[in-house]
């Protein structure tokens, strides 16, 4: 069942108080309009709506390739080197962690032959919160602003404190080539890693299980954990790199002769006692284990990731005008219209509301024609922001656009 447009007359503004009221910039008149809720799930819309997706740059509208696939991301920045399947698609992602699909299908991701996340709708962008199906249900509701407007941004920094979800991603910086993630850098998981996770796996103690705590993830000592023993087996040197070899071990180094006092006695064939230990100390610093990601760290990963989605689908919308100014004197119902920049404009949801309904009313909006309306109703000077919340049909992610509306004489 389709939502109606929801319409009022002119009726006496009312304040409205969110929980957060007491904010100075909450601390306005707030008229909101809400319409009856959508009653079809958005998994089934998604599935009915999805429209040819992302294809080549990361700012671009969705397109085709040549074969009519579609392209997905993992992540705004990507994840470079994760295997991946559809129904009809098999391949890596690339450098940019873009990977092929037909829409309707579902995308399965490993990492070599470890798997990481199976029965994943493929679609343009897709983050590690889609990897767990308990939190990709979740995304689907969203949460309520101080202004009394639905917002996606909520639900996501609610959820990505799930602790398999941290694990997870933990995991996949950890797997990155350099130990630092750059700012404007995605996860890079190149061959020769992939290669020496292959060849660990079958050598763990335990499948790696990411729904442990955080603590039990982290282990180390004498019962390291799986993604600890994984990653000890893993150098992330190229191939002959010194650090690449075995330490030299405790008795190796009682056995080695000590290293003379005067330089000029020193024989360059001979390992001293002082190389091999600072040889093995170098070696064993270079081993990477979980306790280097904390949970912190992949917050904000997450977050850096899913603002930069939410701001790229954001830019793709806009409202007919910034700022319209109406004298004081004209009553008549006004109207202003979400566009989209490049392709046709298909919503699931919308609402609005007014800052100032003692100046600026509304009087209508509708999800169908992607319209808001509203007249002046305040003395010459007034002003209101008209904010517009909506909701593209192929995405949970809600956009924001606002209006100002001046009263001129």
């Known amino acids: 069942m ?6 009022i007359g002119r009726p ?3 304040r409205w108080s969110g929980p957060n009221s007491g904010n100075a910039r909450r601390n306005m008149a707030v008229a909101h309009l809400t319409p009856p809720l959508l009653t079809l799930p958005r998994a089934f819309l998604i599935t009915l709506f999805i429209s040819p997706l992302l294809s080549g740059c990361f700012s671009g509208d969705s397109g085709g390739t040549s074969s009519d696939t579609s392209t997905g991301r993992i992540n705004a920045l990507g994840i470079s080197g994760m295997s991946y399947q559809t129904a009809s698609q098999t391949g890596r992602t690339d450098a940019n962690g873009q990977f092929l699909y037909y829409p309707g299908e579902t995308l399965s991701l490993q990492v070599g032959n470890l798997l990481i996340a199976e029965g994943v709708p493929a679609q343009e962008w897709v983050t590690p919160l889609e990897f767990i199906p308990e939190i990709r249900t979740q995304l689907e509701v969203p949460s309520v602003d101080d202004e009394g407007l639905s917002t996606h941004t909520i639900t996501e920094q609610q959820l990505i404190t799930r602790i398999p979800l941290t694990n997870l991603t933990r995991f996949l910086i950890a797997l990155n080539w350099t130990d630092n993630l750059r700012e404007n850098e995605g996860i890079e998981i190149r061959d020769r890693v992939i290669q020496q996770l292959n060849a660990a796996l079958p050598n763990l103690t335990s499948p790696i299980d990411f729904t442990v705590s955080e603590a039990e993830f982290n ?8 993604a600890n023993q994984l990653l000890a087996a893993i150098c992330f040197y190229p191939e002959g790199d010194e650090l690449c070899e075995q330490p030299p071990t ?4 009682n056995n080695a002769p000590e290293r ?17 230990s600072a040889r093995r100390q170098r070696i064993l610093e270079a081993v990477r284990s979980m306790d280097e990601v904390d949970a912190e760290d992949a917050r904000l990963y997450l977050t850096r990731e899913l603002n930069a989605i939410s701001t790229t689908i954001g830019n793709r919308f806009y409202l007919d005008n910034h700022i319209a100014r109406h004298p004081d004197s004209d009553t008549s119902i006004k109207q ?18 007014t800052t100032r309904p003692q100046d600026v009313v509304l009087h209508s909006f509708s999800w169908q024609t992607a319209t808001v309306e509203y007249y002046v109703s305040g003395p010459t000077d007034g002003e209101s922001e008209i904010v517009t919340s909506f909701l593209p049909e192929d995405t949970y992610r809600w956009v924001r656009k606002s209006l100002r509306v001046v009263i001129t004489d």
């Not at 405790?250 to 180094?253: C, G, P």
């Not at 202003?336 to 509301?353: C, F, H, Q, S, T």
């Open 2 to 7: 389709r939502l109606q447009q929801f319409t």
């Open 12 to 14: 006496q503004p009312f």
């Open 250 to 253: 405790e008795e190796e180094i």
């Open 260 to 276: 003379p006092e005067d330089e000029d006695d020193w024989a360059p064939d001979v390992d001293y006692k002082q190389d091999l």
């Open 219 to 226: 282990a180390t000592g004498n019962q390291p954990s799986p």
């Open 336 to 353: 202003v219209k979400i566009r989209r920049i490049r392709g046709g404009l298909d919503l699931a949801n919308l609402e609005a509301i």
